[in-house]
């Protein structure tokens, strides 16, 4: 119950906060905004593993010419 009165609440906390664009504009665009920072993440993340086995290949080899 209390968590049904907490969404109510909070749905018309947005609704009138943000009357012109209305809540489904509101939720799109958090949906939006919250893909892109995963997404950017993920490529950050790929991008560090990448270099990560580049210096372990460099450092594989320093140690072959050893």
């Not at 907490?6 to 919250?34: C, D, I, R, Y």
């Not at 270099?51 to 140690?63: F, G, H, M, N």
């Amino acid at each position: 119950m209390k968590c049904t009165v907490g969404f109510l609440v909070l749905s018309m906390v947005v609704l009138m906060a943000q009357p012109s664009e209305g809540f489904w504009h509101f939720v799109s665009k958090v949906t939006h905004h919250a893909f892109k920072h995963f997404l950017g993440q993920k490529e950050k993340f790929a991008k560090e593993l990448a270099d990560q086995q580049l210096d372990q290949k460099q450092l594989d080899q320093l140690k072959q010419d050893l």
